[in-house]
């Protein structure tokens, strides 16, 4: 098969760091095109752990040399720059996989939660893809609107119990993130006076991630999904962990029905008892558990929020986009102990 150019534009972030890691050991893919807003510097410059490994130029973004360059770019930005610069790359014939969370939620969804939409045209479609809950439908799109970290932690526990759920009860999600999930920027929140040795939460109820569990939820089971999102900040680097609470209305027994709904689904690891997100640092693995107590359910999944959460499912999305097998160049050894 021949090579197929890509680029990655956000490459200084954090997100931008581990689609390096990973394409410069793809099978197909070719890194060709590297950037961010200053440019002037090289992979392992901004990266030190890279030197002798990724030493390749950085350039300041420019539309028409990355679309000289490549035929699929992920986009590792914050919000509404993501969606500038995908229009543009858009208009010039190249495909895209975007972090950010600017073509992940309706025009009306996203409104309320971010900022005026300014591609509502691409937004129309592009592909909202977990492969495990929907399947290939990337494979032949131009845009692909990679989840949200808590999101696809809480999609990945809940989605196997939809059907099993009385939706006139509570759903509650307590998710818990490392602090990577916050991007490279410090602010005060992240400061390590602030999480070490500590554990608080942040943005309860009116988090962003709640938004996009509710709509995709709901679009997953056809019935209209409500949450109580608590997330919370832990003193790691990389990991989360979202637990999913909700009352039953089945006797379905939580440990087969994950076994049948993942059958087959190589990024997905079945456990017997509550997952650690150690086992999943550094891959692409989602590893769920679920149990009962009488009618309550408790299912839970852990990712790291850095691959699976973004980069890695990025990767798989665009070897699905590109009609390659799914587990081309991605990772499965876990960073342990
Ligand atoms: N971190 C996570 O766990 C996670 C999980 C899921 C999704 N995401 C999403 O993925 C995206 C990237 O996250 P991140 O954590 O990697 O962020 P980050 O560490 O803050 O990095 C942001 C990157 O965007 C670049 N950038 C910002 N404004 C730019 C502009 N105008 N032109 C070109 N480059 C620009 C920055 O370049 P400079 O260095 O030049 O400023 C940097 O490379 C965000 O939308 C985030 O919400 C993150």
Same mark, same amino acid.
């Given at each position: 098969?021949?090579?197929i150019?890509?680029?990655?534009?956000?490459?200084?972030?954090?997100?931008?760091?581990?689609?390096?890691?990973?394409?410069?050991?793809?099978?197909?893919?070719?890194?060709?095109?590297c950037?961010?807003?200053?440019?002037?510097?090289?992979?392992?410059?901004?990266h030190p752990?890279?030197?002798?490994?990724c030493?390749m130029?950085?350039?300041?973004?420019d539309?028409? =040399?990355? *679309?000289?360059?490549? &035929?699929?770019i992920?986009?590792? #930005?914050?919000?509404k720059?993501?969606?500038? @610069?995908?229009?543009?790359?858009?208009?010039r014939?190249?495909?895209?996989?975007?972090?950010?969370a600017?073509?992940?939620?309706?025009?009306?969804?996203?409104?309320?939660?971010?900022?005026?939409?300014?591609?509502?045209?691409?937004?129309?479609?592009?592909?909202?893809?977990?492969p495990?809950?929907?399947?290939?439908?990337?494979?032949?799109?131009?845009?692909?609107?990679?989840?949200?970290c808590?999101?696809?932690?809480?999609?990945?526990?809940?989605?196997?119990?939809?059907?099993?759920?009385?939706?006139?009860?509570?759903?509650?999600?307590?998710?818990?993130t490392?602090?990577?999930?916050?991007?490279?920027?410090p602010?005060?929140?992240?400061?390590?006076?602030?999480?070490?040795?500590?554990?608080?939460?942040?943005?309860?109820i009116?988090? =962003?991630? *709640?938004?996009?569990i &509710?709509?995709?939820?709901?679009? #997953?089971?056809?019935?209209?999904?409500?949450? @109580?999102?608590?997330?919370?900040?832990?003193?790691?680097?990389?990991?989360m962990?979202?637990?999913?609470?909700?009352?039953?209305k089945?006797?379905v027994?939580?440990?087969?029905?994950l076994?049948?709904?993942?059958?087959n689904?190589?990024?997905?690891?079945?456990?017997?008892?509550p997952?650690?997100t150690k086992?999943?640092?550094?891959?692409?693995?989602?590893?769920?558990?679920?149990?009962r107590?009488?009618?309550?359910?408790?299912?839970?999944?852990?990712?790291?929020?850095?691959?699976?959460?973004?980069?890695?499912?990025?990767?798989?999305?665009?070897?699905?986009?590109?009609?390659?097998?799914?587990?081309?160049?991605?990772?499965?050894?876990?960073?342990?102990?």
């Amino acid at each position: 098969m021949n090579a197929i150019n890509v680029g990655i534009i956000g490459v200084s972030g954090y997100t931008g760091l581990e689609l390096v890691k990973m394409l410069i050991n793809h099978p197909i893919f070719t890194l060709k095109y590297c950037a961010n807003t200053e440019g002037e510097t090289t992979v392992s410059e901004l990266h030190p752990a890279l030197l002798g490994v990724c030493d390749m130029g950085v350039e300041k973004v420019d539309l028409d =040399r990355a *679309a000289s360059l490549c &035929e699929l770019i992920f986009l590792a #930005l914050p919000h509404k720059t993501a969606m500038n @610069t995908a229009k543009g790359l858009l208009e010039r014939g190249v495909k895209i996989v975007d972090l950010s969370a600017d073509y992940r939620l309706s025009a009306e969804n996203y409104e309320a939660s971010y900022c005026e939409h300014e591609d509502i045209e691409n937004l129309e479609h592009a592909i909202y893809s977990i492969p495990e809950l929907h399947g290939r439908r990337a494979q032949g799109s131009r845009l692909v609107a990679n989840p949200g970290c808590h999101v696809t932690a809480t999609l990945m526990a809940l989605a196997p119990f939809l059907e099993h759920i009385d939706t006139t009860q509570p759903i509650f999600i307590d998710s818990k993130t490392g602090v990577s999930g916050a991007g490279k920027s410090p602010t005060a929140g992240v400061h390590y006076v602030s999480v070490n040795d500590n554990i608080n939460c942040y943005n309860i109820i009116k988090h =962003r991630h *709640a938004i996009e569990i &509710e709509q995709h939820a709901s679009l #997953l089971s056809g019935n209209d999904i409500k949450v @109580t999102f608590v997330p919370s900040l832990v003193p790691m680097t990389r990991g989360m962990l979202a637990c999913v609470y909700a009352t039953l209305k089945s006797n379905v027994q939580p440990d087969e029905q994950l076994e049948k709904f993942y059958e087959n689904k190589p990024f997905v690891r079945v456990r017997m008892a509550p997952p650690h997100t150690k086992m999943t640092s550094g891959t692409n693995f989602a590893d769920v558990y679920a149990t009962r107590h009488g009618n309550a359910l408790v299912s839970m999944c852990a990712i790291d929020n850095l691959m699976r959460g973004a980069s890695s499912q990025a990767l798989v999305n665009a070897n699905i986009m590109m009609g390659l097998d799914e587990t081309f160049g991605i990772p499965v050894i876990a960073y342990v102990p």
